[in-house]
């Protein structure tokens, strides 16, 4: 445990100095944020169907954020200490390929999932302000559990497929371009629940859960296995 919060304090302020990391876990946020306000704002006098289009719409970027900010943390995480001629001197420590794994891991999803909340939260707030209430249509139960239940599993999926691509990937841009592949799992929520004329249910979000569960295992076990340390360095020979 020592060693893994050792690892993860070294792996937080080494991604804070990097611009696409800030942009990620800064501006993005914000943006998602102001358009989600914008959706509910505009949905208050409009159609009864419109506005749960839109209200789903809304909260489906919440949705997003965790799958997207662990994307910069993560690729950073190998392929950049690669470029910077950092990694070698990490891979040479006693510490193992499962431990070196799951803190990197963990230094992508945990400030993935604070911001997320964060912005959830401050986007209640400014509902307050600005509407002079929370439609109720903002905290059902399918909608709190699937960006407090789902917000991490789709968080590990995007870390695990991002970690494959990053140790394997013998090209810093090319690992930047096939971990955008990881968002995937975002995407497809948000154009079921786009379309949808009546407000996500439990069933739907349980199911999703379901899927998410299994396919996360999968991916961070062969995660796991492919990550060798003696690999990547031979790669990036």
């Known amino acids: 445990m020592n ?3 050792i690892l993860l304090v070294k792996e937080w302020r080494e991604s804070m100095r990097n611009k696409m990391v800030l942009f990620g876990v800064i501006l993005l946020p914000v943006f998602l944020v102001g358009t989600s306000i914008f959706m509910i704002t505009a949905a208050q006098d409009g159609d009864p169907i419109e ?3 839109l209200f789903n719409t809304a909260l489906m970027y919440f949705l997003l954020l965790p799958t997207i900010i662990p994307l910069a943390i993560a690729v950073y995480s190998i392929v950049g200490e690669k470029e910077q001629t950092t990694l070698e001197p990490l891979l040479a420590t006693p510490i193992s390929d499962t431990e070196l794994f799951l803190g990197k891991a963990m ?3 945990i400030p993935a999932l604070i ?3 964060a912005s959830f939260g401050v986007f209640l707030l400014l509902i307050r302000v600005l509407v002079g209430d929370v439609p109720l249509q903002l905290l059902t ?17 995007s870390v695990g497929v991002t970690m494959i691509v990053s140790s394997r990937a013998s090209d810093a841009r090319a690992a930047y371009q096939f971990s955008s592949f990881a968002i995937l799992p975002g995407l497809v929520p948000l154009i079921i629940y786009s379309t949808q004329k009546t407000l996500v249910d439990m069933r739907l979000i349980a199911l999703e859960a379901l899927l998410l569960i299994i396919v996360d295992v999968g991916v961070l076990y062969f995660a796991i296995k492919l990550f060798r340390r003696e690999q990547i360095l031979t790669r990036w020979k």
Do not use: E, H
């Not at 139960?141 to 999926?157: C, E, K, Q, R, V």
């Open 3 to 5: 060693r893994l919060k």
């Open 51 to 53: 506005q749960i289009i």
């Open 107 to 109: 230094a992508s999803v």
């Open 115 to 117: 911001v997320n909340w």
């Open 141 to 157: 139960a399918p909608w709190l559990a699937s960006i407090f239940g789902l917000s991490p599993l789709l968080a590990l999926f």
